[in-house]
């Protein structure tokens, strides 16, 4: 499946969550990762964020797209990551 | 549509596209918003948006869904904004 993944950690934790996130994902933007990404990783992506970030301080906030057939992309301004994966 | 709405603005400019942007969508996340939009007003949020940014500091990104049969969210860790809107 296609994954968008959005972060808010505290600044303590960004460098340990983003380098998490982009062993599975590719990196967009500040805070934001996408990519296709098989249900075994995403499951264990999240094990695996759930032992770096805090549950009362920061969030992570993952939106699964079972298909990319009915979205599109654009973006507006800088374009900051790589885009081998433009939906 | 549903529209993710991501940006990634110089700290200048932050406030008023995130202003902007609340006329138009649902706050979720520090630099998210989403929500369902008409194609009209997506287009009026675009100009709107592109009169605030820079485009060679800022960058806004739109993921935008046709529809949210195919998608779910979730959340990890902290919610944050409000969840009229969940997909």
Do not use: H, P
């Not at 906030?61 to 599109?72: A, G, H």
């Amino acid at each position: 499946m296609f994954v968008i993944l959005v972060y808010d950690v505290n600044q303590k934790r960004v460098a340990k969550v983003l380098k998490k996130c982009r062993q599975y994902l590719n990196w967009v933007q500040n805070s934001v990762l996408e990519g296709e990404i098989s249900d075994a990783n995403l499951k264990k992506l999240k094990m695996e964020l759930e032992k770096i970030i805090r549950n009362d301080e920061d969030s992570v906030i993952f939106y699964c797209l079972r298909t990319t057939k009915y979205s599109s992309r654009e973006i507006m301004g800088l374009k900051k990551g790589g885009d081998e994966n433009i939906i």
